[in-house]
């Protein structure tokens, strides 16, 4: 099939949507297909549409329904449209009304939405390429003695308010002098504002480095490097940084919100609670000193690990298509 998928996110850009786009593009290109990525509907004769954002491409999903109404549409939702836009958005609404199938990246999203909407939504888990088959298990960190490395605790996300990206420098300021913690964090500022707060937070915090965006293989390199990775998301769809972090064996403490709690579980040891400034600092102060925890937090993650099989990922798009065929 002739398939176009639309995304908000600019071309070359880092942002999860794009990251998300190429991936499926690349997925259903091994399967056959014929694909473009484009951040607008812009004509062209697809025999199916797979829009990412029901609220920013609307206006693609529905010229493309005006256009083409007998050719299916499939719509993935993000954390904004789970969590914020569904509720007030009668555009974002529209565009699940349009939408053949939808499309959601953990379980938990299921419960935001409506049962009409739900009958049609399928999971999908966004898979991660293994580095190297032993990533969970190697000692990339090097031969240094606990006694003298630091322990490095990974942030990964653009400097946006939703991704909360201040609270473990925050939680950091408030560890024991005693604390061998460093906070690494990567990703690019989308305001001003953001960049001179993260340049401040360099001069005053002395736990604190900004690296800014990087090229993907670094921020895995950075990943792997890590001893824990903080997802302080207030909002999240399913994120990316989540599902690598957990490929590459490196434990994480994540704030209690739906779209981690449907990857991590119900149970999962390494929640707080979102904005919990005095909660993260305990927790990322515990998986330094306690080997137990971290170990329990470790050995959590691992069990998850097949969820980002990309053959796993392959697999459910396939069926995903072969419904399309039926209904076609």
């Known amino acids: 099939m002739r398939i176009g998928i639309i995304t908000p996110a600019p071309p070359k850009s880092r942002y999860g949507n794009r990251v ?32 990412l954002h029901a609220l920013r491409s609307h206006s693609s999903t529905a010229r493309f329904h005006r256009e083409r109404s007998d050719i299916p549409i499939v719509v993935a939702l993000t954390g904004t449209d789970l969590y914020r836009d569904l509720q ?7 565009s699940l009304e349009l939408a053949t199938r939808i499309v959601v990246l953990q379980p938990k999203a299921l419960e935001a939405l409506r049962p009409c909407w739900r009958e049609k939504t399928r999971v999908i888990y966004q898979s991660v390429e293994p580095v190297f088959p032993d990533a969970r298990n190697s000692n990339v960190r090097g031969s240094a003695s606990s006694a003298q490395r630091t322990f490095d605790v990974c942030v990964v996300g653009h400097l946006r308010p939703v991704k909360d990206p201040f609270r473990t420098a925050m939680a950091a300021r408030l560890l024991p002098a005693s604390s061998r913690i460093r906070v690494v964090q990567v990703g690019g500022a989308m305001t001003p504002q953001q960049e001179r707060r993260a340049l401040t ?34 909002s999240e769809g399913g994120a990316n940084s989540l599902g690598e972090a957990i490929v590459a064996g490196v434990p994480v403490l994540a704030s209690r919100i739906p779209g981690s709690v449907g990857i991590l579980g119900d149970n999962y040891p390494g929640y707080f609670e979102s904005g919990a400034t005095n909660e993260l600092t305990g927790l ?9 925890f971290l170990r329990k937090l470790k050995q959590a993650c691992n069990r998850l690990v097949p969820l980002f099989d990309p053959a796993r990922e392959e697999a459910s798009w396939l069926e995903l298509l072969d419904e399309l065929f039926d209904i076609l």
């Open 20 to 51: 998300t786009a190429l991936r499926w593009a690349r997925i259903l290109r091994q399967l056959g297909h014929s694909v473009s990525v484009k951040q607008d509907y812009d004509g062209g004769r697809l025999e199916l549409l797979i829009a």
């Open 201 to 234: 937070e360099m001069k005053t915090n002395p736990r604190y480095r900004w690296l800014g965006e990087q090229p993907a293989a670094r921020v895995r390199r950075i990943l792997r490097r890590s001893d824990v990775c903080v997802l302080s998301s207030r």
């Open 284 to 292: 990322m102060n515990r998986a330094e000193r306690d080997a137990a």
């Open 88 to 94: 007030r958005s009668k555009r974002a609404q529209q």
